[in-house]
């Protein structure tokens, strides 16, 4: 199965929520909607699409090109964690991700990565980082092919029993993750990083000092 419910659910999320934002429920229900929400619209872009056709940003090819230049040894079919997160690691990544600031929006919101390429989202295959590092990160896996073992697979959600209202909430939070599918799927003109300077949003920070 490569449900996202399945493999990751609220309980996980609010679980990292807390250790990254400490002990505020607002923050936290905040961060975990949002990062569910994004991993299930992630994942299911590489179950419906080509990942070397798909395109992130408004600066993919400048992020990839930094990337390979600034990281050109690193694994990243599957991370190794504790390099990322070393002393060395996050110094070396807090300079890149730093250079996007004005570039991308929500640079620095924390985001979900997975660890293997190969597999979903679990908790034991997901790490938290700043939202241009799993960019870069995905970026170059989507070029170089890595991602293309989910290209086709069933995205089930949750098989618990729902009431009524669940079940309407849930096609409602469906038919928004199908729109924003569709949305990339259209997508086709290149822009550059220089067209636009994106607002960082007002949504809690994953912070690079930490």
């Keep these: ?28 229900l905040a961060w975990a909607e949002k990062a569910y929400r994004h991993t299930t619209v992630y994942y299911k872009l ?7 056709k798909l395109k992130l940003t408004k600066c993919d090819d400048e992020l990839y090109q930094q990337f390979m230049m ?18 060395a690691g996050k110094r ?16 620095n919101f924390g985001t979900l990565l997975r660890l293997d390429c190969k597999l979903g989202y679990s908790e034991f295959n997901t790490t938290l980082v700043p939202r241009v590092q799993f960019l870069a990160i995905e970026i170059a896996r989507n070029r170089q092919g890595l991602n ?7 995205v089930e959600n949750s098989t618990a029993p729902k009431d009524e209202e669940e079940k309407e909430n849930e096609e409602e939070e469906e038919n928004k993750d199908e729109n924003a599918v569709e949305e990339e799927q259209e997508k086709s003109k290149e822009v550059t990083c220089e067209d636009s300077r994106d607002v960082v949003s007002s949504e ?7």
């Excluded at 809690?204 to 930490?210: D, R, T, W, Y």
């Design 1 to 28: 199965s490569s449900g996202i419910n399945a493999e990751y659910g609220d309980a996980d999320l609010k679980k990292m929520a807390g250790k990254t934002y400490g002990n505020d429920d607002t923050i936290e």
């Design 46 to 52: 590489i179950c419906n699409i080509n990942c070397t």
């Design 70 to 87: 600034s990281f050109p040894r690193t694994r990243i079919d599957v991370i190794d964690e504790d390099k990322l997160k070393s002393v």
């Design 92 to 107: 070396r990544w807090r300079n890149f991700c730093q250079q996007w600031e004005y570039h991308v929006e929500d640079y």
């Design 148 to 154: 293309m073992v989910h290209l086709g697979k069933q």
């Design 204 to 210: 809690p920070p994953l912070s690079l000092e930490s």
